[in-house]
């Protein structure tokens, strides 16, 4: 294995590929450098003298400027580099498109046919609470179902998605949760739903029923707790309802195109943007080719690479709603008076990422090369096949469950750190290094520090081949271990 990489040919620094010495040799385009300290693995070192004030170059970008002279073999992170990033820019259109490298295959996977055309990897029985105060009763409604039922099939899980909202909320929070929610009931993950209300909060369930649209009446049900004597014998016997509606649901071939897939990092380090994001990369090539779908969302951490992104752009109307994506999310934190740029975090810093441009560069190697068709608002569903982006923050479980909200049936998760969470729809957790996959194999479904050592193409295929059996039923750690979750994006004023 080597010691270290350079991602570009126009970078002036390496990255360590594992801890390095004081003293120790690297060859780097035919030269010697020599360590002047020791340098952590995924940290950087600079392979050239780098004067105050000028850039450091990392994946052929800048990531910021040096703050101090940095000499060759020194390390080169947060002690002595700065980022170049400020306030709220303007862009011109400037389309730079690139033919995707893959074919399409003709591949299926074994899903779940909806009456409406949409397709699920999983047909689970949900409680959607539109207030949190019946969290509880839901989880006794559950428990006395499976008690009364026994055998569940054909569904796979019977599950409450918790939240804390649904009541005392104001203006965009109040929508959000409403949006968020609609879109859990009408998932095709979902082979049913029970819609469950309090009665006296101000996410209104007939309105929130009036919101919905068109759905399946079988599959569906709605109850609202104080208008009936026993709301546990009631929600039982609507559940039964939809159990008996479901019976005949089955898992069939579907071509891969039906495949929606969220691209999400969390816990990121210095190999994020060498490693695992590259991979995602590269499936969301794959996908798109296939006539899938793939969604980048996470928009804080586009700062700084926003503009490889708008290059990319469809349109000058698809170019047009980037800038928004962009601008509006800096405009948010502008209006909370706090800091654009108040980003990579400490356990970031620690894993060798220096400066959001740094970071951002990484993170949106996840969308590939594929030209960006569509922008969605949050809450947004989709509408277009191919790479979406999705306005949602940087927060892991808010932005999954954000894109499990826009259809997506599953969410690809990289991580250098590790983390154990999941979102409602299967969260694959992807680690950038082998020493964490194998440290938290009961977390890391897939381990993409193999690239290190392996041909991408054949990391790709095997990874590929992973994602279909799980899209046709395989369980992934999240759901091994029942860490289920949905989380709301709040930005206003609680009652």
């Not at 590790?418 to 290094?433: A, E, H, L, Q, R």
């Not at 790709?460 to 750690?477: H, M, P, Q, R």
Request: hydrophobic letters at 35%.
């Amino acid at each position: 294995m080597l010691d270290s990489i350079q991602l570009n040919e126009l970078d002036n620094v390496v990255v360590a590929l594992k801890d390095l010495q004081a003293g120790q040799i690297l060859i780097v385009q035919g030269k010697e450098i020599v360590l002047k300290e020791d340098i952590k693995r995924g940290h950087k070192v600079a392979i050239k003298n780098i004067s105050n004030n000028e850039n450091v170059i990392k994946y052929g970008y800048p990531i910021g400027h040096a703050t101090i002279n940095i000499a060759v073999g020194e390390h080169v992170h947060t002690q002595n580099t700065k980022t170049n990033l400020d306030g709220i820019k303007e862009y011109q259109f400037k389309q730079k498109l690139t033919s995707n490298p893959y074919k399409q295959q003709n591949l299926t996977f074994k899903g779940y046919k909806r009456d409406n055309g949409d397709v699920g990897i999983r047909n689970e029985l949900w409680i959607v609470p539109t207030v949190g105060c019946v969290n509880g009763v839901a989880e006794r409604m559950i428990k006395l179902f499976e008690k009364e039922v026994g055998d569940i099939r054909p569904f796979e899980n019977v599950l409450v998605l918790k939240h804390n909202f649904g009541c005392s909320q104001l203006g965009d929070d109040h929508e959000n949760t409403r949006k968020i929610l609609k879109d859990a009931v009408l998932h095709p993950n979902a082979g049913g739903v029970l819609v469950l209300g309090l009665g006296c909060e101000n996410n209104n369930l007939y309105e929130f029923k009036e919101s919905l649209g068109g759905f399946d009446e079988n599959r569906v049900k709605f109850l609202v707790s104080q208008e009936v004597t026993d709301e546990i014998e009631a929600g039982v016997q609507l559940l039964k309802e939809i159990y008996e509606n479901a019976k005949g649901d089955k898992r069939e071939s579907v071509p891969l195109s039906e495949l929606k897939v969220g691209l999400k990092c969390g816990g990121s380090d210095g190999f994020s943007g060498i490693t695992a994001n590259p991979l995602l990369g590269r499936f969301s090539d794959f996908l798109v080719a296939q006539g899938g779908t793939t969604v980048l969302t996470e928009v804080p951490e586009m700062f700084g690479a926003e503009t490889i992104l708008m290059e990319r752009a469809a349109d000058k109307e698809v170019f047009k709603k980037t800038v928004g994506l962009i601008n509006e999310f800096k405009e948010y934190f502008i209006e909370n008076k706090q800091p654009v740029y108040e980003n990579p975090s400490p356990g970031n810093k620690d894993g060798g990422i220096t400066t959001l441009e740094d970071k951002s560069l990484g993170c949106t190697q996840k969308a590939g090369t594929s030209t960006v068709v569509d922008v969605l608002k949050y809450g947004d569903r989709l509408t277009r096949k191919g790479l979406n982006l999705l306005s949602a923050p940087g927060n892991d479980l808010v932005a999954s469950s954000a894109l499990a909200s826009a259809g997506c049936q599953l969410v690809l998760f990289t991580t250098g750190r590790g983390t154990p969470f999941g979102s409602f729809v299967p969260t694959m957790k992807i680690s950038t290094n082998t020493p964490l996959s194998e440290a938290k194999p009961h977390w890391i479904d897939y381990n993409a520090g193999v690239l290190l050592e392996r041909e991408p193409d054949s990391v790709l295929d095997d990874f590929t081949e992973y994602i279909i059996k799980v899209a046709s039923g395989e369980l992934v750690n999240n759901e091994k271990n029942d860490f289920r979750e949905i989380a709301i994006f709040k930005t206003g004023v609680t009652l």
